[in-house]
């Protein structure tokens, strides 16, 4: 299955800067997703970014706000832009995997964010 | 209403007991039901998948998926500590993007 690297683990930030989330995947995938996942609540898929074209964005998440870029097919960023403190959350990428058991989506370890 | 709907728990068992972890669904046309573990501080990592109904077994752990109830399961035979993580269920529709829609996750501690 493939292996995720998503940097960085935390970061605490002021409210109004920005903040770049790295997802590195040792194997070229089309498709990857990015979710938030905030305390109590289910992961919420952000957006997916396919390489070459715009991300697709899901109901309630904008450009603006999360812009994503996917250079080639081993690579993505997130960014989450001027923040608040409800932007605190864990910020998680995924791909879509087979994982020898059937379909599947591996994810990164995530990024506890904090906004302060 | 949320399309995946699961208790969040927490669900505290003794090490041994039988544990079940249970969601329901309201759209129809899922077709893959999954379950995710999560330990603290990590990322979610797939223990099962079933396709349509029935039942599927790995080791300690059983699947089970009731379309006509829109009901899924996960049982967990003999409980260890390490076990100890969040549940999460999710689904599903192929052709659909492959969207995972997600439960809010159920919080289990396997105590000694």
């Known amino acids: 299955s493939a292996v995720i690297s998503q940097k960085p683990s935390r970061d605490i930030c002021q409210r109004g800067t920005s903040l770049t989330i790295q997802c590195q995947v040792d194997?070229?995938?089309?498709?990857m997703f990015w979710y938030r996942q905030q305390p109590g609540q289910s992961l919420t898929l952000i957006a997916t970014?396919?390489?070459?074209?715009?991300?697709?964005?899901e109901s309630g998440f904008v450009i603006d706000k999360f812009p994503i870029s996917r250079p080639n097919l081993t690579f993505s960023t997130l960014t989450v832009s001027n923040m608040s403190p409800e932007d605190s959350s864990i910020y998680l990428c995924?791909?879509?995997?087979?994982?020898?058991?059937?379909?599947?989506?591996?994810f990164g370890s995530g990024t506890r964010l904090t906004v302060v | 209403q949320k399309e995946v709907e699961q208790d969040p728990g927490p669900l505290s068992v003794p090490e041994g007991a039988i544990v079940s972890l249970n969601c329901t669904y309201s759209?129809?046309?899922?077709?893959?039901f999954m379950w995710y573990r999560q330990y603290s501080r990590k990322g979610p990592e797939l223990l099962m998948y079933?396709?349509?109904?029935g039942n599927k077994e790995d080791g300690r752990f059983t699947a089970q998926v009731d379309k006509s109830s829109k009901y899924i399961s996960l049982f967990i035979r003999d409980s260890q500590p390490s076990d100890s993580a969040t549940y999460l269920c999710?689904?599903?529709?192929?052709?659909?993007?492959?969207?995972?829609?997600f439960g809010t996750g159920t919080q289990l501690k396997v105590e000694l």
């Open positions: 995924s791909v879509e995997d087979t994982l020898g058991r059937g379909p599947g989506y591996t």
């Open positions: 194997s070229q995938v089309t498709m």
């Open positions: 970014a396919n390489q070459g074209s715009e991300a697709t964005y």
């Open positions: 759209n129809s046309a899922f077709q893959y």
């Open positions: 079933t396709y349509s109904s």
């Open positions: 999710a689904s599903f529709v192929t052709g659909g993007g492959n969207k995972l829609t």
